[in-house]
């Protein structure tokens, strides 16, 4: 499966985005799909994932009221949804999808990655 990752921008704090990671040559509902940042000199986080029955896994509990993820089966894509954006969310943005249901939170259990799309929020 191929993944496209797109809808960062330059943003300022307290402002909203939408990302979505859209795939090809697979069909998303069959995978865990996550989201991951990365900001310069620091390793690739998880934001959250989503399992095949739609569960969600955050990596830190004060994202669950900022971030969402969600699915368009419909249109074989997967949306964050951002809001509330601080300058500490600054990052280049993944999105990753695997087969599996455990181990959401290590970059290792993906096996599909979409290029970054980046996202800047600065006042």
């Known amino acids: 499966v191929q993944l496209q990752a797109s809808g960062g921008g330059l943003v300022q704090p307290g402002d909203s985005l939408r990302l979505s990671c859209a795939a090809s040559g697979g069909t998303l509902s069959s995978y865990s799909v996550a989201w991951f940042r990365q900001s310069p000199g620091k390793g690739r986080e998880l934001v959250v994932a989503v399992m095949k029955n739609n569960a969600t896994v955050y990596i830190y509990d004060s994202f669950k009221g900022r971030f969402t993820i969600s699915r368009d089966n419909a249109k074989n894509t997967v949306h964050l949804q951002m809001n509330s954006l601080t300058l500490g969310d600054s990052a280049l943005y993944y999105c990753?999808?695997?087969?599996?249901?455990?181990?959401?939170?290590?970059?290792?259990?993906?096996?599909?990655w979409g290029r970054g799309t980046q996202v800047t929020v600065s006042s």
């Open positions: 990753a999808a695997t087969k599996l249901g455990t181990n959401l939170y290590y970059t290792r259990t993906y096996d599909y």
